[in-house]
């Protein structure tokens, strides 16, 4: 006894916890407006479907990317929604849109190799290139807006980046791109040669009557674009792990490779879960009329609270606020919120891009959205 432990090699013993720090079941009482999943139960017949597949004997091995039958009726979606000319071989289905989005970057960074987000960023995104030895390129936002500047995007590409990514409904900024600017962005991939890798984890709630305009339905965009997405928000299924990655049939069975050789594939006996999810959207447009009135909801009871300055969402389930005029850091409001008001909201000051605003989450109920800003604006009319 009493050896040394071989070294950790030192990019994942810095690896961050995302927004984890932040999201800690706070002590009791405390209202949260951090946590960024449904407040819905995920509808039944997703879950029957699943139970029926265990009872049966559902629980071997299958094949990697998932069964056929799920890999089209996902793929189906993704041509009739999304207009992406994705074939069934170019679906994986992935445990969580999160290991989807780091295969593509798997794929699309290498060591050395420059990743440009727009910032501020959802921390994963950040940490996934830091994961494969790349090296992240922040491109600040327009604010309030937080909308990609082009020239700015355009400015950040150097000979090393190789991939662009872009995440639109965007977490944390509820940004929604416009057409223009997705056409700009892959204008500029085609013209530097980049990989583009998009997150559309949240395309089935936009607010606002922007288009949403895939990367990959855009001339010239499919080829060069890996599109991850699936069921966790839109279903109520962020538990479940299902995530879907779509790409070209020749990249999919690089990845398909390399979840064969890592995690096998999802849970067989969610397959047929994940399949119906794909076909049932019509509890998601349940699910948009409460986020809808949700938003307005916090929306209302923040432009109430005169030191704050929330952004009108456009999208996914986040609203920004500026707490500048609080004379607080966001770092030092979201503490002294937490101990004085007993409300747990997410800092963006650590984040470059970010710096004075916070992020509330209305995935929330409303008795949660109606006492946690309550509290807020009753702790600082008393200061
Ligand atoms: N992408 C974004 C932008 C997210 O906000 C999240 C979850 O917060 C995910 C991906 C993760 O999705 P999943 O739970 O399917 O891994």
Redesign the pocket.
């Known amino acids: 006894m009493g050896g040394t432990m071989p070294n950790i090699p030192e990019h994942l013993v810095n690896l961050r916890g995302g927004f984890k720090a932040f999201l800690a079941p706070p002590p009791e009482g405390v209202v949260r407006l951090t946590v ?1 999943e449904p407040a819905f139960d995920t509808p039944s017949s997703i879950s029957d479907a699943a139970i029926k597949a265990i009872q049966e004997g559902d629980t071997h091995y299958t094949r990697g990317e998932g069964r056929e039958s799920l890999c089209t009726a996902w793929a189906s979606h993704l041509r009739n929604r999304w207009n992406i000319p994705v074939e069934d071989a170019g679906i994986v289905i992935t445990p ?4 989807g ?1 780091l295969y593509a970057m798997m794929v699309a960074a290498q060591p050395g190799d420059e990743v440009i987000l727009m910032a501020p960023s ?1 921390p994963t995104h950040v940490e996934q290139v830091e994961l494969v030895g790349a090296t992240p390129v922040l491109v600040r936002c327009e604010q309030p807006s937080f909308h990609p500047n082009l020239d700015d995007v355009a400015a950040a590409i150097t000979s090393r980046t190789s991939v662009i990514l872009i ?1 639109s409904p965007n ?1 944390p900024t509820g940004a929604v791109y416009t057409p223009d600017e997705m056409q700009g962005l892959v204008d500029l991939a085609i013209k530097y040669d980049l990989w583009i890798i998009s ?1 559309e ?2 395309t089935e709630l936009i607010w606002n009557d922007t288009e949403h305009i895939s990367p990959a339905a855009i001339d010239g965009g499919f080829e060069r674009t890996m599109t991850i997405t ?1 069921p ?1 928000k839109t279903h109520a299924m ?1 538990g479940w792990r299902v ?1 879907v990655f779509a790409a070209p049939t020749s990249v999919a069975k690089v990845v398909g490779r390399l979840q064969g050789n890592t995690c096998s594939h999802i849970p067989s006996f969610l397959m047929p879960a994940a399949e119906e999810a794909a076909k049932n959207w019509a509890a998601v447009a349940e699910f948009r009329d409460d986020y809808i009135r949700r938003c307005s909801l916090m929306m209302d009871l923040l432009n109430g609270i005169p030191s704050l300055n929330a952004s009108q969402p456009q999208g996914a389930f986040y609203v920004m606020v500026d707490v500048t005029a609080t004379g607080m850091d966001s770092t030092t409001f979201a503490a002294r919120a937490l101990d004085e008001a007993k409300v747990q909201v997410i800092p963006l000051e650590s984040l470059p891009g970010g710096e004075g605003f916070i992020r509330l989450s209305y995935a929330a109920e409303d008795e949660v959205i109606q006492e946690g800003l309550k509290r807020l604006g009753d702790w600082l009319n008393s200061q």
């Open positions: 960024g969580g849109a999160k290991q989005l959802w995440n977490n997150d984890i949240y699936g966790s962020t995530g």
